[in-house]
DNA sequence: TTTTTTTACTTCACCAGTGAAATATGAGCC
DNA sequence: GGCTCATATTTCACTGGTGAAGTAAAAAAA
């Protein structure tokens, strides 16, 4: 129903990479599709996606600490929305700010035990949700996806680093 | 390097399905990178993504024309964002807006004799960047990662259905 | 050592998208 | 025909995110 569109299209300017446009639109509708998903469960804790995976870092990490900085890399979030969602855990008293002493321009954020304890609790409920997206994959499923996902996303990256157009 | 953090996350939480995370984590990623390249490219024609979507929509539809409730399911939008998306558009004169004859509660959008010229002008810088998000897919990947993406919607679907948790 | 440049974070003003309520019309029922 | 209910769109208030400018401290240059 949704490649419908791209074969009109393709009628009319011949030389649109028809299947390249199909692809990437599934791409980008499961895409979004899936983020609904996580947010949708998410919900009910009050979280959402960037504060999820901010926490999650911190939680796994060596001493469950980090800085915005850090943070921003890794979740791949603007420095602006990191102090947003630092704000929103520290309220929460998930985490807490203090300063860094080797380096006073720096903040460092740190889950409480608190904030371990929700995401102990939480976390458990995500699982049922997560493997049910994946039923019906056998192990070489998996394995392509994951292939055929990094191929994409190296793919991404040289579009990126190139001259821009 | 992303995979480290499930992997910690797993010693702690040994239930946890850590290649489902990862899977999902690695789907997520590169979905909104996609998303990203996208809007980048759109951004010179000062189009978003739904904009853009929108006016391929009509510019590709029998008549070139359809209502913002049709719209809204072909493109998966609000209809409280359709109404931003139409004025938009119409404020470029992409579009018009007249009511419609038949149902006088719905609007008719068509797109104008401009809308089409400014498709087809800015429609063709999109083809490089398509084709250079696929190089080094052979025709079998191409299937596979359609197949696979189709699988992982249909799962979503499902999960959708289901009795609200 | 003072000056300049860079880095880390925050604040502010804005853009895109959402849910709930408002408005208006159409449809089904008595 | 009038009443109730459903549908189509818009308005409003809010959330989540971004870019540009501000602030403060560290690092590099002079």
Do not use: W
Not at 11 to 38: F, H, I, N, T, W
């Amino acid at each position: 129903m949704m490649d419908e569109g791209v074969e009109r299209l393709s009628d009319a300017l011949p030389d649109l990479p028809a299947d390249k446009a199909k692809l990437s639109r599934l791409m980008l509708m499961v895409g979004s599709r899936l983020q609904e998903e996580l947010e949708h469960t998410l919900k009910p804790h009050r979280l959402n996606h960037s504060e999820f995976l901010t926490l999650m870092i911190l939680y796994s990490s060596p001493d469950g600490s980090s800085t915005p900085g850090e943070l921003c890399d890794y979740t791949s979030q603007g420095a602006t929305n990191m102090t947003r969602i630092g704000n929103a855990l520290v309220g929460r008293g998930l985490v807490v700010r203090s300063a860094s002493e080797e380096d006073r321009r720096r903040v460092r954020i740190g889950i409480t035990p608190n904030g371990r304890r929700f995401v102990q609790k939480m976390l458990p409920t995500l699982f049922p949700r997560l493997s049910g997206m994946f039923v019906g994959f056998s192990e070489s499923d998996q394995r392509q996806l994951g292939r055929l996902l990094r191929k994409l996303a190296d793919n991404l990256d040289r579009l990126d680093e190139e001259i821009d157009r």
